[in-house]
């Protein structure tokens, strides 16, 4: 590979997405926010020193990569955590390497580009969100020791205590708010990025 970064947006199918906003927006307006999501986040990290893929095992989200012309990594795990890892074996051919939700509005191709910057002088990058989860990882190190789920910021952290990485918590909004429930969807429609305005929601 002659790409610096590959960053890897796990995916796991349009048939239900966003599904804790069904009591909000219904289901093909779910799509569309979705892909409005994939897309921006294709669009700001989208340069000569990135590979990125859409992580899944769904023939959708492949026809969506090709739309978006990015990459589809067709994961032959189970689970989150399994479909990162295997995807994970990629990195030793990249300087560097990302996983980002896919439910990230906030991403700007300067915050991209600076975020790239930063993981260049660091083992590892961590976001956390207000349920502790982990939105965002990145380093510069051999890893695949992945715990997403419950609690998966206070997972990662411990293991990367115990077997003495050096990490750096990020606190941008931009990696730490996640379009998670209807709460997150009110705050957002009060402060929405120039992508989301383009779509008909």
């Not at 990569?65 to 990162?84: W, Y």
């Not at 939700?101 to 660091?122: C, N, R, V």
């Not at 695949?144 to 750096?168: A, I």
């Amino acid at each position: 590979m002659n790409r610096k970064n590959i960053i890897g947006i796990p995916i796991k199918n349009l048939e239900e997405p966003m599904s804790r906003l069904a009591s909000t927006l219904d289901k093909n307006q779910r799509i569309a926010l979705q892909i409005g999501l994939i897309k921006n986040l294709a669009e700001c990290f989208r340069g000569k020193d990135n590979d990125i893929f859409l992580i899944s095992n769904d023939s959708e989200i492949e026809i969506l990569a090709k739309q978006l012309e990015i990459d589809f990594f067709n994961t032959k795990s189970v689970g989150l955590n399994k479909e990162v890892i295997e995807f994970s074996n990629n990195f030793k051919n990249y300087r560097s390497w990302m996983i980002c939700h896919s439910d990230l509005p906030y991403i700007t191709k300067y915050f991209a580009k600076t975020i790239s910057q930063e993981i260049e002088g660091s083992e590892i990058l961590i976001a956390k969100s207000k349920d502790s989860g982990t939105p965002f990882i990145a380093g510069t190190v051999s890893f695949n020791e992945f715990r997403f789920g419950v609690k998966s910021f206070d997972k990662h952290s411990k293991y990367l205590k115990e077997n003495k990485y050096e990490y750096k918590q990020i606190f941008n909004t931009e990696f730490t708010f996640e379009l998670d429930d209807e709460s997150d969807y009110q705050k957002f429609l009060l402060n929405q990025p120039r992508w989301f305005k383009k779509l008909k929601i």
